[in-house]
């Protein structure tokens, strides 16, 4: 979600993304590098840009330390990703650029 200029309002504004993206383990599975590419679709209209305005996105984890809850349970800490929405890339640029700190639970169905 984007949010609204009015900071007491709630963030409806929205853009859609679908990612693909490719991610490295190394030492022994502990530390995880990653990095997608894909589309940003504005789901909001503004007084320039009609809705349904594509453009691009990217997200670039630099680091995910990993550490086993259990045999098939992981958490993953990113402490530091990039992620920037671009739905609008010509003309007047509709772009959101943040730095963001992620956990994720993972579990696996196979081992």
């Given at each position: 979600f984007?949010?609204?200029?009015?900071?007491?309002?709630?963030?409806?504004?929205?853009?859609?993304?679908t990612d693909a993206g490719l991610g490295f383990l190394i030492l022994k599975q502990q530390v995880r590098f990653s990095a997608s590419f894909g589309t940003?679709?504005?789901?909001?209209?503004?007084?320039?840009?009609?809705?349904?305005?594509?453009g691009m996105s990217l997200?670039?984890?630099p680091v995910g330390l990993r550490f086993e809850l259990t045999e098939?349970?992981?958490i993953e800490i990113r402490p530091l990703?990039?992620?920037?929405?671009m739905p609008q890339p010509s003309g007047v640029p509709i772009t959101n650029i943040a730095f963001v700190t992620t956990v994720a639970i993972e579990y696996g169905f196979w081992k």
């Open positions: 984007w949010p609204s200029e009015d900071l007491s309002a709630a963030p409806i504004e929205s853009v859609f993304e940003s679709t504005l789901l909001f209209a503004t007084d320039i840009v009609p809705r349904g305005t594509t997200d670039i984890n098939r349970n992981i990703s990039l992620k920037i929405s």
